[in-house]
Nanobody
């Protein structure tokens, strides 16, 4: 079993920044793909970024590339999502998720992730 706990969400104005954290426990931290996903009201859940814990390969959605940065602290079993230059369209519930595979081309595939956190709300006002 894998447990994931997100934190760091909040309300900011457009152009602001937030850093989300995802603490991973219950299993060996290494050799997993950890992804950040988001879901806005009335929309499907979508992949935002992912990182392979066995290395440093990172993946980003085009909509956040250059603004968001995913990173990890292996000593703390924690994955971060630094979000800069936030836009109102970034408003969503953000989830971290894990799977026992490398990330690869399908890093954004919601159905491929079997373990999910409870989510943290990010609200960006204009």
């Amino acid at each position: 079993q894998v447990q994931l706990v997100e934190s760091g969400g909040g309300s900011v104005q457009a152009g602001g920044s937030l850093r989300l954290s995802c603490v991973v426990s219950g299993s060996i931290y290494s050799r997993k793909c950890i992804g950040w996903f988001r879901q806005a009201p009335g929309k499907e859940r979508e992949g935002v970024a992912a990182i392979y814990t066995g290395g440093d390969s990172t993946y980003y959605a085009d909509s956040v590339r250059g603004r968001f940065t995913i990173s990890q602290d292996n000593a703390k079993n924690t994955v971060y999502l630094q979000m800069n230059s936030l836009k109102p369209e970034d408003t969503a519930m953000y989830y971290c998720a894990a799977r026992f595979l490398s990330c690869g081309a399908r890093w954004y595939a919601v159905a491929d992730f079997g373990y999910w956190g409870q989510g943290t709300q990010v609200t960006v006002s204009s």
